[in-house]
């Protein structure tokens, strides 16, 4: 008797303790529920044509996870009517919501500086002569603007709710960079001048 109560709290507590999301996991539930009702391949396309870097560009990463969220309950699939090839359209379950909401309103030290490959490349400047670092900064900074037109011609053409917040946060962040790389160009132009 005893060990059933144990079983029936031990229920209780997983039904109310919403399912922890990696942030990889976050962003695809996020865009199923944003797109609600899409296809696993809807998904693995609207990667594919993201800007954006994400781990989930390959097509056979999103369907693993979609198959997992299914298992886990987080999402829901049904059949197209009258289509031969069986496509599922996903939706987001209740517990799938909650599962979101707990990963939207929680913040981890990695999201909040997430790391950059840029930053830690100009630590070993010291491989590079004066003229390749100042070449590596004028092409990163190219880079970075061929960059920030995708961006621009992606936000130009989607018509997700809150998409300006998401295009602001990614230009910001672009645009810091760029300033960034002026002030280390400023820099090595300087000590080159100091030197000569």
Do not use: C
């Not at 031990?10 to 199923?32: I, K, N, R, Y």
């Not at 944003?34 to 990667?47: D, G, H, W």
């Not at 390959?58 to 090839?85: C, N, T, W």
Request: aromatic share 8%; hydrophobic share 35%; no cysteine.
């Amino acid at each position: 008797m005893s060990s059933d109560r144990g079983r029936i709290q031990t229920e209780m507590t997983a039904q109310e303790t919403p399912q922890t999301l990696t942030d990889h996991e976050g962003s695809l539930l996020s865009l199923v529920h944003r797109l609600q009702p899409i296809t696993a391949y809807k998904v693995a396309k609207f990667y594919q044509d993201s800007p954006v870097a994400s781990v989930n560009k390959s097509m056979g990463q999103v369907y693993p996870m979609i198959s997992r969220f299914s298992k886990d309950g987080l999402i829901e699939g049904h059949q197209v009517e009258d289509d031969a090839r069986g496509t599922e359209v996903w939706r987001t379950t209740a517990k799938g919501e909650i599962a979101l909401k707990a990963w939207l309103q929680e913040f981890k030290p990695l999201q909040l500086i997430p790391h950059d490959t840029l930053g830690t490349k100009v630590l070993s400047f010291g491989l590079l002569t004066h003229q390749e670092r100042l070449d590596w900064v004028l092409e990163a900074k190219a880079e970075l603007e061929k960059k920030q037109a995708e961006l621009d011609a992606y936000h130009r053409k989607s018509d997700e709710p809150f998409q300006s917040f998401a295009h602001d946060n990614a230009v910001s962040i672009l645009r810091a960079r760029m300033d960034w790389l002026d002030r280390v160009l400023f820099d090595l132009v300087k000590s080159s001048s100091a030197n000569q």
